[in-house]
């Protein structure tokens, strides 16, 4: 993978791009395996190369919080580069998954070489950090039929007839997951929602038919 073409290092040049991907090693991981836990020491940074990844917290009860689904060109991890801290999430791959991973002793040497990494780093950390915050603050205002419909309608993809195609087969159980609501109560939002055709399901896949209401 072209580390140019991840948004964490937009803006660094050629030869820092190159002094990035020589630090960096090749890792994998089979379908279901745990790729960081939560709490464990944050030491590397990992770019997705192939395969998807499921970005979770868990309660005391073990219950799992989805906070993201990752895909090819995303990364995580990448306070570990920055700070001594601990993960505050854990990742398993959904699926069979490469990456690259940059650790913190080898980036601390690149930045020793390239100073200006550093710089532009935290310039794009900090565009992610504010979109983050967006989204928390519509995650705690909006009832869970916004935070339903927001799930739906940022994860669609609109085909050539207008269609809106969610590509991930989610299950009502991935979706209370998401949100933070049980699933019973997704399930009659979606139900709702197709029976006003504002959705179908096809061979488990969501199209958004047309634009959802505002409010439930």
Do not use: W
């Not at 909006?142 to 669609?156: C, E, W």
Request: aromatic residues 6%.
């Amino acid at each position: 993978m072209r580390l140019d073409t991840v948004d964490l290092f937009q803006g660094l040049s050629a030869e820092e791009l190159e002094a990035l991907r020589r630090a960096s090693v090749a890792r994998e991981f089979s379908k279901n395996s745990v790729v960081i836990h939560e709490g464990d020491l944050a030491d590397s940074l990992y770019i997705i190369e192939r395969g998807r990844v499921k970005v979770y917290c868990s309660d005391k009860n073990g219950k799992d919080f989805v906070l993201d689904i990752l895909e090819d060109g995303d990364y995580f991890g990448e306070l570990a580069l920055l700070d001594d801290d601990r993960r505050s999430a854990s990742v398993r791959a959904m699926e069979t998954a490469s990456f690259r991973v940059i650790y913190k002793q080898d980036f601390n040497t690149v930045l020793d070489a390239h100073p200006n990494i550093a710089r532009t780093l935290i310039r794009n950390l900090t565009r992610r950090i504010r979109k983050l915050t967006d989204d928390v603050k519509a995650l705690a205002l909006q009832d869970v039929y916004g935070r339903v419909a927001k799930v739906l309608t940022t994860l669609a993809e609109t085909d050539e007839d207008g269609v809106g195609r969610i590509q991930e087969k989610l299950t009502q159980q991935d979706i209370a997951d998401r949100v933070g609501a049980s699933r019973e109560m997704v399930a009659r939002i979606l139900k709702d929602l197709t029976i006003g055709e504002y959705i179908a399901i096809e061979s488990r896949q969501i199209l958004l038919l047309k634009q959802l209401p505002e409010s439930y």
